[in-house]
């Protein structure tokens, strides 16, 4: 299956600072999504986006599929933002199910 | 919506007794998924079905597993007989058509296995 890599493993920010994460892959994909998965274990899907960017609120994401990577900007971040966030594509010559980085575990301090 | 149900929330049991975990789509997403996630191995999909049949278990570590969804609002995850090694969060999730909509994923069962 593809491989999924997410950079840097660990980040603690003080709350308001702003934070880039990286998803990098090793095939083209035709899916890719962001999860949020909080301190409590609940995975909460953040965004689709197997190509170009989008915009949520505080939360943005960008996906170059031709250079197989995907960003996540978390702007002036909040203690709420704290939990694990992974990244998780498909491969289209396996089916539908996702491929899941490692993650990136983030800390937000007050 | 409910969202996806799993029950139950936590699971404690014996070395070699049999475990089963609950799963409750949301109403008319056909697609349902079985993870794993352990702090060595991260998030694991063991099986997932569509329109109540399976399309892939090659994730299903060994024949103590077994899944079955018997309709399209309920999926069972069965292991028999469980060992320490199955100790881990079991999420179920579910979706539409494809994957491009999103997951819903419910909020696991956390197992633990003496």
């Known amino acids: 299956g593809i491989q999924v890599e997410q950079s840097p493993p660990d980040l603690i920010l003080q709350e308001g600072a702003n934070s880039t994460l990286r998803c990098n892959f090793s095939?083209?994909?035709?899916?890719l999504q962001w999860f949020h998965q909080n301190p409590w274990g609940q995975l909460i899907n953040l965004f689709y986006?197997?190509?170009g960017t989008k915009q949520n609120g505080r939360l943005s994401a960008t996906t170059v599929a031709t250079e197989r990577y995907s960003l996540l900007y978390i702007s002036s971040s909040q203690t709420t933002d704290s939990g694990v966030y992974f990244c998780?594509?498909?491969?289209?010559?396996?089916?539908?199910?996702?491929?899941f980085g490692t993650g990136t575990s983030l800390t937000v301090i007050p | 919506d409910a969202g996806v149900i799993q029950s139950p929330r936590h699971e404690v049991t014996e070395m070699g007794q049999e475990v089963t975990l609950r799963c409750k789509p949301i109403?008319?997403?056909?697609?349902l998924f079985w993870y794993r996630q352990t702090m060595m191995r991260g998030l694991e999909l063991l099986i997932y079905?569509?329109?109540?049949?399976?399309?892939?278990d090659s994730g299903m570590p060994e024949d103590r597993f077994s899944a079955k969804m018997p309709n399209a609002s309920f999926s069972t995850l069965k292991i028999q007989p469980s060992e320490p090694r199955d100790s881990a969060v079991y999420f179920c999730?579910?979706?539409?058509?494809?994957?491009?909509?999103?997951?819903?994923f419910g909020s696991g069962t956390r197992l633990t296995v003496v």
């Open positions: 999730a579910s979706s539409l058509t494809s994957p491009r909509y999103g997951y819903t």
């Open positions: 095939d083209s994909v035709n899916n």
């Open positions: 986006i197997p190509s």
């Open positions: 998780a594509v498909v491969d289209p010559n396996t089916g539908n199910q996702f491929y």
């Open positions: 109403s008319g997403h056909d697609y």
């Open positions: 079905f569509n329109n109540n049949v399976p399309i892939d």
